[in-house]
């Protein structure tokens, strides 16, 4: 495989081409992934390279991690661009990733992700807009971003807005999906397909071995053959309460009805992604929604919740944040909303 990494040593993506498979692995385990600027430039390179490619027809991505397909973005790298001074090169870091996820979602080839083990985040927007999304038993998937002062981005205002109930496809889930986003919620392999945010389930024991058959053989025999009947979803054995405690019109009166979800996030976190949401739910495609989340990402960085989100969580580790407002009530929400009616232009 050739290392695609430009800075010190480090072999963070790998590629490769073999029988007609464009083929990424993630490569930084110690840090379960963890994807830095350069990850971020490295993956669209590789991607811009194959896509009129005509010697790739399709594309896997792998992790070299036996935990983690990716547990986020390396959000501490933003931090520290932000404390020193660099907010506008701290956005363009999400402007990059934005870009990224966007082009996955529109990737003109089969786009074949094996999600196994811990995928978060930044982890999600190069996973879940993908063509072919595969988890295991043991996938976990979270968008955790309103513990950290931060909002959920990489475009999941555009599909947890989406999320459906089996047998309902084409039936929004906005409650499920509210629920998803506000309160950081966990979920496996089989929620993720069960609410359409992944589309094939094979043992966590295959996944090296349906790797293989990928390469040899291409996606679509080697994901039939690998591909195992997900057990019942907790999620959905939920999703009435769900409904009840998230489906209300107002973020005040979900806060009050799922205390203990919400307990601790950051509120103007919460505002900006229920607000975020709901203007996502109408939106006409990922990429409008990528621009506006990007419009967003460069006025959150800069707000003191942010920093000291990452601090509490990621740097210190106290878990004790001080907040810049004690409720949800205290933001200003319609700041927000007029923050939302602007957008910021994705680099191609």
């Known amino acids: 495989m050739t290392d695609t990494a430009t800075t010190g040593t480090a072999q963070h993506v790998l590629t490769e081409v073999r029988n007609g498979t464009g083929h990424i692995v ?8 963890a ?10 390179d590789a991607l811009d390279a194959w896509r009129d490619d005509d010697a790739v027809r399709h594309v896997l991505v792998t992790s070299a991690s036996p935990k983690a397909w990716c547990a986020g973005g390396d959000i501490r790298e933003v931090r520290d661009a932000v404390l020193g001074g660099r907010t506008e090169a701290a956005t363009q870091v999400f402007a990059v990733e934005y870009a990224l996820d966007g082009l996955i979602a529109d990737y003109p080839k089969p786009y074949v992700a094996l999600i196994n083990g811990i995928c978060m985040g930044g982890g999600m927007g190069i996973s879940v807009h993908g063509s072919h999304r595969v988890v295991g038993p043991s996938t976990v998937m979270a968008m955790p971003e309103t513990k950290i002062g ?7 205002s555009w599909f947890l807005p989406r999320v459906s109930r089996p047998g309902r496809r084409g039936e929004p889930g906005r409650a499920v999906g509210r629920w998803l986003a506000l309160g950081g919620q966990r979920i496996s392999g089989t929620d993720a397909v069960a609410l359409g945010l992944a589309d094939v389930l094979v043992a966590d024991e295959d996944f090296e071995a349906l790797a293989g058959a990928v390469l040899e053989e ?4 080697a994901l039939a053959r690998f591909a195992r009947e997900p057990e019942p979803s907790g999620v959905v054995a939920r999703w009435e309460q769900i409904e009840e405690q998230y489906g209300a019109p107002t973020l005040e009166e979900i806060v009050a009805a799922a205390p203990e979800d919400l307990a601790g996030m950051s509120p103007s976190s919460l505002v900006r992604t229920f607000e975020l949401l709901e203007r996502g739910a109408a939106d006409d495609s990922v ?8 419009r967003l990402a460069a ?4 707000r003191p919740d942010f920093t000291e ?19 949800v009530a205290d933001v200003d929400a319609a700041a927000v909303r007029a923050l939302l009616d602007e957008k910021l232009p994705l680099p191609r």
Not at 218 to 221: F, L, V
Not at 299 to 302: C, E, K, L, Q, S
Request: glycine share 4%; hydrophobic share 35%.
């Open 150 to 156: 931060f909002f959920t981005d990489i475009g999941a």
């Open 35 to 44: 994807l830095t600027a350069q990850m971020y430039r490295d993956l669209k």
């Open 287 to 294: 990429r409008s929604c990528l621009e506006r989340e990007l």
């Open 309 to 327: 989100g990452v601090r509490a969580v990621l740097v210190d580790k106290d878990n004790t944040p001080a907040w810049e407002h004690s409720s």
């Open 299 to 302: 006025d959150t960085i800069a």
């Open 218 to 221: 291409g996606p679509e025999d």
């Open 26 to 33: 993630l490569n930084r385990p110690r840090q379960l992934n």
